[in-house]
């Protein structure tokens, strides 16, 4: 193995490099901007004014007017979670937000009415969200077995400056993989979720979505030790179904997990595991003008640079893997990936979407 020490100026690198050597494989976790599956213009979604009926039944069911609060404030802070929409401008009513506020309130005449301009001020152009919830909510207590380690660690005599005591034995440690029944709840939801585009005064739209989604309870929320709070229980059911009308109508962010290569320079696997991705830049450049890097560190390089979010070079380096290794998949993988991100990035900066300060589009 390489001697780290010669990094030079990333020798700070090697105790981070030291430690990972005996954690395994790190995971990257890499965030992509994905555009909306369905609708392509969401600049004329009004997120100011989604409108929720719900039906809820069951021992969880809850009161109907709360459950449609708590759906429609799911979705719509999920919708600027994503940070491409400016709350505050839709409910003005203006894309130039507060600056423009005194010229809108004198038009509208309406003295204080800041509740009105949110539902009224929008225009024939906007188009609300009509989301209808229809579902079955039950928890009921059933025997589980529940699975858990069980470690004993037994003491050992000792005697200390004459005194009798006890020390504990760590080689003679038992570890037993236990199984005990337990009662505990199981939580039941069973329905749909629709979602509509409608115009504003509750005709038709000037755009056009419709879609319906099973609910099913996700399988890490579906038993609890007690018997969960009908609010719990409702978001746990939901949140699925919601994340997939933002995914079809709102661009929306997508991770995934990547791994170092191995098979190239190992300081590079050191310091992109240390998740020091602009040290992996360095240091693969230098290997690229000695003409040391190979395919695996050109791999290595894309996946640092992706981690960092320059999906054009990351796109380069692959490219440069696949020359060196036309029969590599993980380059061929990874010039997919940035190729549909950078694409991704275009849909999105094109559909009307708004950027703020924490969304930003690539040039």
């Avoid at 001697?3 to 990972?20: C, D, P, R, T």
């Avoid at 400016?86 to 038009?107: C, G, H, M, R």
């Avoid at 009662?183 to 755009?207: C, H, I, M, W």
Wanted: net charge positive; glycine share 8%.
């Amino acid at each position: 193995m390489k001697n780290i020490s010669k990094l030079g100026l990333y020798s700070v690198a090697a105790g981070l490099a030291a430690f990972i050597v005996g954690c395994g494989t790190e995971k990257i976790t890499v965030d992509y901007v994905m555009p909306a599956k369905a609708v392509t213009d969401v600049s004329k979604v009004n997120v100011a004014a989604i409108r929720v009926k719900a039906n809820v039944s069951g021992n969880l069911a809850g009161d109907n007017k709360q459950n449609a609060g708590l759906v429609k404030q799911l979705l719509a802070m999920r919708l600027y979670k994503e940070g491409y929409y400016q709350v505050t401008d839709d409910i003005w009513a203006n894309p130039k937000s507060a600056s423009e506020l005194e010229k809108v309130l004198k038009a509208k005449d309406s003295g204080h009415g800041y509740a009105s301009l949110g539902a009224m001020g929008q225009g024939t152009e906007k188009v609300v969200i009509d989301v209808t919830l229809d579902l079955a909510l039950d928890a009921k207590p059933v025997k589980k077995e529940i699975p858990f380690t069980l470690t004993t660690v037994p003491y050992k005599p000792k005697t200390v400056d004459g005194v009798p005591t006890s020390e504990p034995d760590a080689k003679a440690t038992v570890v037993e993989n236990v199984k005990k029944e337990a009662t505990v709840y199981e939580v039941v939801a069973k329905g749909t979720l629709k979602a509509r585009f409608a115009g504003v005064n509750g005709g038709d739209s000037p755009q056009k979505y419709e879609n319906t989604f099973q609910i099913s309870m996700p399988e890490a929320d579906r038993f609890d030790s007690a018997q969960p709070s009908q609010l719990k229980a409702l978001a746990a059911a939901v949140t699925p179904a919601v994340n997939g009308i933002v995914a079809d109508i709102s661009p929306y962010k997508e991770s995934r997990e990547l791994v170092a290569i191995e098979g190239g320079d190992e300081r590079v696997v050191y310091l992109l595991n240390a998740k020091a991705f602009l040290e992996v830049v360095t240091v693969v450049e230098k290997l690229d003008v000695t003409g040391k890097a190979n395919f695996a560190d050109f791999e290595n390089l894309g996946i640092a640079q992706e981690a960092m979010g320059d999906f054009f070079s990351a796109r380069d380096s692959y490219a440069k893997a696949g020359k060196l290794n036309p029969e590599s998949q993980t380059a061929k993988d990874g010039l997919k990936r940035v190729q549909d991100a950078l694409a991704g990035k275009k849909a999105v900066k094109s559909s009307g979407a708004k950027e703020n300060k924490d969304t930003k589009f690539s040039k």
